[in-house]
């Protein structure tokens, strides 16, 4: 089992950055060979792709609303994932997310969210205008 818990979540005003982190652990886990990603979800909106980062690849990928202000990361020695996230708007508040999957040999991590298995609970950004 993988367990993901997300963290760095709170109340921003607009423009400012918040960086949320996503502690993984689980008996086979490492950020090593796992495709890893954050998506968010607004209350009454879809579930939206944000970022994700692959291992194989070595790749990130942006979310077409977040691209150039949010930053995907990991530290493999603490087998954690990071989203920095500046210049924040009113329209980024939402829960977010972080997931993983195995590593697709040679493949960029995917965008759909169908394509990861694990996930983490949430943790709420809200920006204030």
């Known amino acids: 089992q993988v367990q993901l818990v997300e963290s760095g979540g709170g109340l921003v005003q607009a423009g400012g950055s918040l960086r949320l982190s996503c502690a993984a652990s689980g008996r086979t886990f490492s950020v090593s060979g796992w495709d890893m990603a954050w998506f968010r979800q607004a209350p009454g909106k879809e579930s939206e792709f944000v970022a994700a980062l692959g291992w194989s690849s070595g790749r990130t990928r942006y979310g077409e609303s977040v691209e150039g202000r949010f930053t995907i990361s990991r530290d493999n020695t603490r087998s954690a994932l990071y989203l920095q996230m500046s210049s924040l708007k009113a329209e980024d508040t939402a829960v977010y997310y972080c997931?993983?999957?195995?590593?697709?040999?040679?493949?960029?991590?995917?965008?759909?969210?169908?394509?990861?298995?694990?996930w983490g609970q949430g943790t709420q950004v809200t920006v204030s205008s």
């Open positions: 997931a993983a999957d195995f590593s697709r040999p040679g493949q960029a991590p995917p965008l759909a969210r169908t394509a990861y298995n694990y």
